[in-house]
């Protein structure tokens, strides 16, 4: 007898359990997807930051190198 009322408490936790790991999955997810957001924004503005000293370089090159 005391199996049994162990068995359905067990199976009566199971289904909370699940929600709460679903859950947990959920956070996860949106966790990533926002820190993978902020990386990818971060890479752009490196990306961006790298042209534009190119483009300046050329600017700067093409009004002030030497006459040829």
Not at 18 to 37: F, G, M, P, R, V
């Amino acid at each position: 007898m005391k199996d049994q009322g162990y068995g359905r408490l067990k199976n009566t936790m199971s289904p909370i359990h699940e929600k709460k790991q679903i859950s947990s999955e959920n956070q996860a997810k949106k966790l990533s997807s926002t820190s993978s957001s902020v990386i990818s924004k971060k890479l752009r503005y490196e990306k961006m930051k790298k042209e534009e000293e190119a483009l300046r370089i050329v600017v700067y090159l093409s009004l002030w190198g030497p006459n040829s």
